[in-house]
């Protein structure tokens, strides 16, 4: 039994599709039942989050926990209580969506709060796989756009750094493959799309799906979060979206990986058929259901190339 945390998110619900396909037995924990389709689970029980007594209950008979937290001040503190809670219960494997940049940027307050829990995975002596992917596609679209819809900007504090901007989809297909198989344990797996993007090109990128016009504009941080908050994005969405804005202006977020590939035999997705796929997104249209592949038995290891 798997049990999945994070299944409201973008990356959790196509896991749980691609599980659900692949008729893994899942349980997931919950705030209030009947939230998720009920054809992709097996259980579904409630949590809080806040009491140890109540993650180790749900967690108990499981032997394997993904590990996916919101983001915000209770991140940290809610995934140790779950990886304590995992011990006690008798999970065997975690896998953990993480963040890139560790080792490299060491005064980031959310890449420590990573780096942390990873070690306490390590030293508690689970079987593991760590997946460390680069921003998301998806931020564009969520977070950026209304934005763009009504304003024809792509606003972010980038300037001409370059970003190996990585799909959802892609990063839930390389956790449902290491959830299945046993190939990737031990292994940290860096997961980027095909190539390096500016923003300039982003919007050029944009531009050419949506038929028409965007661009590009270039602001200090504080400049930036303030232009979104005119143009109504929500603070939860601006924190997102600047939470790895420091890992951003490094030369590591452009590198490429061959990860994805690598561990589920299919090419990451280029970022034009991320935005054609989301092109409701960014033109007020009503949300439509995108093709999420099915995991491929993996091959019996990657490729390992420098990243962080």
């Known amino acids: 039994m798997i049990f999945v945390t994070g299944a ?3 990356i959790g619900a196509d896991l749980l599709r691609i599980l659900a396909a692949q008729d893994v037995p899942v349980r997931i ?29 749900a ?56 780096r942390a829990i990873e070690n306490e995975i390590r030293i508690l002596g689970f079987q593991y796989v760590f997946l460390r992917p680069h921003p998301l596609m998806q931020d564009f679209a969520f977070h950026l756009g209304e934005v763009v819809r009504e304003q024809g900007i792509v606003f972010k504090p980038a300037g001409e750094s370059a970003v190996s901007y990585v799909d959802a989809r892609d990063v839930a297909l390389v956790a449902a493959t290491a959830l299945i198989h046993e190939t990737q344990n031990g292994r940290t797996l860096f997961l980027t799309g095909p190539r390096a993007l500016s923003n300039v090109e982003v919007a050029r990128h944009l531009g050419g799906i949506l038929g028409r016009e965007v661009r590009y504009v270039d602001l200090k941080v504080g400049d930036a979060r303030d232009a979104l908050r005119n143009a109504g994005v929500d603070e939860a969405s601006i924190d997102v979206l600047f939470a790895l804005h420091p890992f951003e ?58 990243s962080a």
């Open 8 to 10: 409201t998110g973008l």
């Open 29 to 57: 924990g919950v705030h209030a039942t009947g939230r998720i389709p009920t054809q992709t689970v097996h259980e579904e029980v409630r949590v809080n989050h806040a009491s140890d007594s109540s993650v180790r209950k």
């Open 249 to 306: 202006q490094t030369e590591i977020a452009a590198r490429v990986t061959n990860h994805v590939e690598k561990v589920t035999g299919r090419a990451p997705r280029t970022f034009d058929q991320f935005a054609a796929d989301y092109r409701w997104a960014f033109e007020g249209g009503i949300a439509e259901e995108v093709e999420v592949a099915e995991p491929l038995r993996p091959e019996a290891g990657v490729q390992d190339q420098p």
């Open 59 to 114: 967690l108990t008979g499981c032997e394997t926990l993904f590990l996916l937290t919101s983001f915000g001040p209770a991140q940290f503190e809610t995934e140790m209580r779950l990886v304590l809670a995992a011990v006690q219960a008798g999970v065997r494997k975690i896998v953990k969506i993480s963040v890139p940049g560790i080792g490299v940027l060491r005064d980031n307050e959310l890449i420590e709060h990573h």
